[in-house]
Structures are given as C-alpha cells and as structure tokens.
C-alpha cells in the first residue's frame, strides 16, 4: 500500500510498501491495511502512524486535513501543515514549536485582516457622512438608459 501526505506546499511523505496506517479522526482511532474500502474522513491535530512491517514505522503529525483510501492499495492525506519523523519523541518537540508559530502566524494574519476590514468601514462611514453634510447626493446605481434617464 503507499502512504501520501501533503500540504499546500510541501509533500511530507511519500512511502511504499506500508503494511498498516493508524490515524484518528473524530469518533476515534482507526486502521487501515491493504484493501480496504474506499474511505473519505477529516482528520483533527493528530498523529498519524505507519509500519512498513520491515521493523521501520514512521510517523506524521497532521494539522487537520481529510485522509482518503483509494481501491485499497492508496492512502491520501491533504494536510493544513505536517510535519514527520521517524522517531516519535523528536516529531512532538520540533511539531510543538512549528505549531505554535504557525498559530501566531494565523493569529496575526487573522488581526490585519480585521483591521482592514475596520479601515474600510470607517471609510465608507466617512464617504457617507460627508455626502450627507454637503447635501450633494451620492451617484446612484440604478441602471439609465440610452440619454440618462432612469
């Protein structure tokens, strides 16, 4: 079975021959083997782990995402962000720290977007303000015919 996990920029896993996948969505932890069904779910922050039965495992921590199965031979995971190891202890550790910056980053990004939002309304609110004030009408919208007329 092959195991694919990606995110918007990056391919985090690409492996073959993988005997068994672990992951966890919402009602709890699931497994998958080689063949079986086609399979859709939407995976939370979770670790993802798998076994190529040669005594190698591998592990994944995903950022939410939706894991799908494909005929039984093709395990597909499109993540927000991962990040994989081969060793468990170190996956936590290093996925922590990029967690919390991606989260910082999210948080900023979330402030400058409502602040633009704020500026563009109180910009609006002055337009507004200013076409009352002066008694001068605002152009209407309504559609004129071919010499002006409404």
């Known amino acids: 079975m092959r195991l694919f996990v990606s995110t918007p920029t990056a391919i985090v896993a690409d492996v073959r021959d993988v005997r068994h996948v672990r992951a966890e969505d919402e009602t709890g932890a699931f497994g998958i083997m080689e063949g079986h069904a086609d399979f859709l779910t939407v ?14 495992e591998g592990f994944v921590l995903v ?10 031979a093709l395990v597909e995971i499109a993540a927000r962000g991962a990040f994989s190891r081969d060793d468990l202890a170190s996956l936590g550790e290093e996925a922590i ?53 409404a």
């Open 43 to 56: 995976l939370p922050v979770s670790v993802l782990t798998w076994d190529c039965g040669d005594a190698s």
């Open 97 to 149: 720290r990029d967690l919390e910056r991606a989260d910082e980053m999210e948080d900023i990004s979330r402030i400058s977007d409502t602040r633009l939002h704020l500026a563009t309304m109180r910009q609006i609110e002055r337009v507004l303000e200013a076409g009352r004030r002066d008694g001068s009408a605002l152009p209407s919208l309504q559609p004129t015919g071919p010499e002006g007329e």
């Open 63 to 72: 950022r939410g995402g939706i894991l799908t199965v494909h005929d039984g």
